[in-house]
């Protein structure tokens, strides 16, 4: 039996390569056309709370997050999520997940928002967001809409268009509380 000796690292530049043959593996070609992807085209995912997994130096795992406005709410897209097959059934995705949103939460992000499998996610403390709450740049099923709700009223709040979020930006607190007080 081969021993494994797993390291958790933030992501960085020299991991990138490898990073897009893991996705490769696990989603092919076709992970360009999801909705998902189209919001990670509008700017790049924050390195800062994206994380691998090596094994004995290789790099066998990633997770990435990438700041999105959901609604009104301030938070992080989770994904892609991708383990080498070698490596599956190990508990590696769900380390590196529980991994991200504790950064995520320590960066004082609003939410882990994610389109993926409920019950391989709920476990892990994500939630269904209400059915067509959101509006995604192509279309998602609904049923797979998923947040980690770490501020208050997220649930109320996620309501409208996710988009890619320069942290740079102004805020539109403004226009958002407006919105809490009508609901």
């Known amino acids: 039996m081969k021993k494994h000796d ?3 690292l933030t992501e960085d530049a020299s991991h990138d390569a490898a990073i897009e043959i893991i996705n490769e593996e696990a989603f092919g070609p076709g992970r360009f056309t999801r909705a998902a ?17 090596t094994d004995n130096g ?7 997050m990438t700041a999105v406005k959901a609604g009104c709410v301030r938070g992080h ?4 999520l991708a383990v080498r097959p070698s490596h599956k059934n190990k508990g590696i995705g769900r380390e ?3 991994i991200a949103v504790e950064a995520a939460r320590r960066k004082s992000s609003e939410a882990v928002i994610l389109v993926g499998d409920p019950p391989y996610y709920q476990p892990l403390g994500f939630e269904k967001v209400r059915y067509g709450a959101l509006e ?3 279309p ?8 980690v709700p770490i501020a208050a009223n997220v649930h109320t709040r996620l309501q409208g268009m996710i988009a890619w979020r320069d942290d740079g930006l102004e805020s539109d607190g403004a226009i958002c509380a407006s919105r809490e007080f009508a609901a």
């Open 6 to 8: 797993l390291v958790y």
């Open 37 to 53: 992807a189209r919001i990670r085209e509008q700017g790049p995912h924050d390195r800062s709370l994206s994380f691998i997994c």
């Open 58 to 64: 290789e790099t066998i795992a990633s997770v990435r």
């Open 77 to 80: 897209l989770l994904g892609p």
């Open 96 to 98: 590196l997940v529980r």
């Open 136 to 138: 995604f740049p192509g």
């Open 140 to 147: 998602v099923d609904p049923a797979r809409v998923l947040v």
